[in-house]
């Protein structure tokens, strides 16, 4: 209906250049918005507003010269001006009912709008490192970016989605050389754990799968392996950074060929897990792109030595350089240590080129909030590679704290004492989990409640929410029980009878669906969607506790049950946006 009003007032100024009221090449943004308070109408816009420059007349002056134009429309019962010279509209109270014939028409599709015009569109999300399970952190970002593909593709953008695996580098050299000094200790050997080694159980079973695989033959003398390996933190001249990197090296020379059957094992094993425990959280990727391919096929060393060719990387005390400086970023970074070893920002800049001539229009990289110094630097060398640094986004996700009993819950990943996400799952499921990561913005800090998850009461959004969808499916059973069969063009037909003020109200939220989708679409932002269904529900438990449903009353009753059908395929198809369920019971 909004889209109607809009449509009214394009007209209306296509007649005021007629008229020559406002000159021929004005073309101004036509905005209408529902109104707060149900006395000022149903829909308002600033559109008189917005042409006193160009008419040269105050805005109310304008107002008066649109208010003639549209008053005439059969949508429209009342126009008048408001305040400074909004235009206030009153609908034909029959004409919101419009709305549930399109939405038992379009079904699954009520909603889905065309902004982005079949733009096709990257989302790489969650790519959590493949050194442990997933936990409660890594889960906000994988709730997030998976609703946020759904809604880019309910508004009309061809939406490809991607997990970045960081299967080559520093960190999975500690996971395998954890994993091994683990098996070592399966073998008997008695050692001390390096500090900065990854300490969960799941490295103990990976170790074990090792054992079972390769018995013995792996194993080593300790003292062998720690022989010539600088202090650990907490001895004498110790460094946990150098401790660690120096067993690295220990292992890839005592291990020979075998080191990379440990890394292979350690890494499938973790990333085998990561991809089941996404795949029960609803979470599903188009694409697995692995960073050692890019090292493999040489995608690195080209994007540096195009970068190099440019005069954007400098050498300085053996390392190589990145001039981010040159772009605005606080300091050159490093792409290739002293050491040889190329930096993660190095895979970043190969990574990020590698999307752009896959021929994506868009790139949205959904990051923790730590990552928020990165955003510059990748910028800055899609600069560089001479692509435009305009065609990537990057959305920021913080962390999310857990509570339970008002306690908050630890979290530490190295260290092995963390929630993972598949705990969280076991205990509020996948729904609440889902819901509750996506009911605020992305970027603002979230304290997950685990008790309110849980929890069956009206405080809890997610369980208010499927109730009603679920209440809708207990009132259409009954009404079979009674006798009595659901007629929907009966009911279309009969929506005239619909006078209550709970049935507009419903009517009126249904209408919005659409335009929710594509607002909050175009900023990200799913919690949009969420609070979009807490507001049907409250206007549907409303309606319900208002009156009877299954009357005698023939075409009342019909007209009913077809409102209320119509709210069930929207709860459904906004809890499908966000990968949640709608239960027929509960």
Excluded at 191 to 198: H, K
Excluded at 277 to 283: A, K, P, R
Excluded at 333 to 347: C, I, M, P
Excluded at 531 to 552: P, T, W
């Amino acid at each position: 209906m909004k889209q109607q009003i809009a449509q009214i007032l394009t007209q209306a100024v296509q007649t005021l250049k007629e008229q020559g009221v406002i000159p021929e090449d004005a073309q101004p943004r036509i905005h209408v918005e529902n109104t707060k308070d149900k006395s000022h109408g149903d829909f308002a816009t600033n559109l008189a507003m917005m042409l006193t420059k160009v008419a040269g007349m105050p805005p109310r002056a304008v107002a008066e010269k649109i208010i003639p134009l549209v008053e005439s429309d059969p949508l429209v019962t009342k126009v008048e001006i408001a305040g400074p010279g909004f235009i206030n509209f009153f609908v034909n109270e029959s004409a919101k009912f419009d709305v549930v014939k399109t939405i038992l028409d379009e079904k699954d599709a009520y909603g889905r709008v065309n902004v982005g015009q079949g733009k096709s569109v990257l989302v790489e999300f969650v790519s959590a490192n493949p050194t442990g399970p997933l936990h409660v952190g890594h889960g906000r970002g994988a709730a997030y970016g998976a609703s946020v593909s759904n809604l880019l593709d309910a508004a009309g953008f061809q939406v490809s989605r991607e997990y970045y695996v960081n299967d080559a580098g520093r960190q999975m050299d500690i996971l395998a050389t954890s994993v091994w000094l683990r098996y070592l200790q399966a073998c008997g050997e008695e050692l001390t754990f390096p500090s900065n080694g990854y300490k969960g159980d799941y490295i103990l079973d990976i170790a074990g799968q090792i054992k079972v695989q390769f018995s013995e033959t792996l194993k080593k003398p300790v003292f062998e392996v720690f022989a010539g390996v600088h202090p650990d933190e907490g001895q004498p001249e110790g460094d946990k950074e150098l401790h660690i990197d120096d067993l690295i090296v220990k292992a890839k020379n005592l291990l020979d060929s075998h080191y990379a059957d440990v890394f292979k094992i350690a890494v499938d094993s973790i990333l085998a897990d990561i991809k089941e425990d996404l795949e029960g959280f609803n979470v599903r990727f188009d694409n697995w792109f692995s960073e050692k391919s890019l090292m493999d096929s040489g995608v690195i060393d080209a994007a540096l030595e195009k970068l190099q060719a440019a005069g954007k990387i400098y050498e300085k005390g053996g390392a190589l350089w990145f001039k981010s400086t040159d772009y605005g970023d606080e300091k050159d970074r490093v792409v290739v240590r002293d050491n040889g070893l190329k930096t993660y920002f190095a895979s970043d800049i190969a990574y990020h080129f590698n999307k752009l001539e896959r021929g994506f229009d868009l790139l949205i990289d959904i990051w923790g909030s730590d990552h928020h110094g990165y955003i510059p630097r990748v910028r800055a060398a899609m600069e560089a590679m001479e692509t435009d640094p305009t065609q990537l986004e990057v959305l920021l996700v913080q962390f999310a704290i857990l509570y339970r009993g008002g306690e908050k819950l630890a979290m530490s990943t190295r260290s092995g004492e963390f929630v993972t996400l598949r705990e969280l799952r076991e205990e509020v499921g996948v729904d609440a989990a889902r819901f509750f990561y996506v009911q605020r913005k992305s970027e603002q800090h979230m304290d997950f409640d685990l008790d309110l998850a849980k929890s069956q009461s009206n405080e809890n959004p997610v369980y208010y929410i499927q109730y009603a969808h679920a209440r809708i499916c207990r009132v259409l059973s009954q009404s079979v029980d009674k006798g009595y069969q659901l007629d929907l063009n009966a009911g279309l037909a009969s929506l005239d009878k619909l006078t209550l003020e709970h049935e507009a109200d419903l009517a009126t939220e249904l209408a919005k669906f659409p335009e929710i989708i594509a607002r909050a679409a175009v900023v990200y932002e799913p919690h949009q969607i969420a609070y979009y269904l807490k507001d049907v529900a409250n206007a549907f438990h409303s309606y319900y506790n208002a009156g009877q449903f299954i009357v005698e009353d023939d075409a009342i009753r019909q007209a009913r049950l077809t409102l209320i059908s119509a709210t069930k395929q929207v709860l459904q198809n906004g809890l499908t946006l966000l990968d949640v369920s709608a239960p027929e019971s509960m």
